[in-house]
Nanobody
C-alpha cells in the first residue's frame, strides 16, 4: 500500500478557491490512479476526481466538472486538486486515495490506500 499525506484544507467563502495536495510515498510506485473523495456530515463518501498517474487523463464528478482541476508532479509523487468557485455544498472532509487498478476508478472500493483527510469548509 501507499502512504498518503494531504494538506491544504481550510475555511473559505463561497466563490473562493483552495488547493489541496496529496503526497505519496512508496518504494515501488505501482499506483495507476490517484483520486479525491469527500464526505459531508451525515452523508456517504463520494467521488470527486481522479487522475491517471502515467498518462494524466482525469475524470471528474459532474458536481465539480469545470470548477475543480487535477494536476500531478510525477517527480514528487504529488497530486494537486485546485478547487475554484467553491460552494457551500463542497464542504466536507476530503480524502486522497490511490488505486492499483487500471479501470473502474470512480468508486471507493477500487482504492486500497487512503490519506487521513483534510477539512474543507465553504461558508455562504
Amino acid at each position: 500500500q501507499v502512504q498518503l499525506v494531504e494538506s491544504g484544507g481550510g475555511l473559505v467563502q463561497a466563490g473562493g478557491s483552495l488547493r489541496l495536495s496529496c503526497s505519496a510515498s512508496e518504494r515501488k510506485f505501482s499506483t495507476y490512479w490517484m483520486g479525491w473523495f469527500r464526505q459531508a456530515p451525515g452523508k456517504e463518501r463520494e467521488f470527486v476526481a481522479t487522475v491517471n498517474w502515467s498518462g494524466g487523463r482525469a475524470h471528474y464528478a459532474d458536481s465539480v466538472e469545470g470548477r475543480f482541476t487535477l494536476s500531478r508532479d510525477s517527480t514528487k509523487k504529488t497530486v494537486f486538486l485546485q478547487m475554484d468557485s467553491l460552494k457551500p455544498d463542497d464542504t466536507g472532509v476530503y480524502y486522497c486515495a490511490a488505486s492499483p487498478y487500471p479501470t473502474g476508478v470512480t468508486t471507493a472500493d477500487r482504492y486500497n490506500s487512503w490519506g487521513q483527510g483534510t477539512q474543507v469548509t465553504v461558508s455562504s
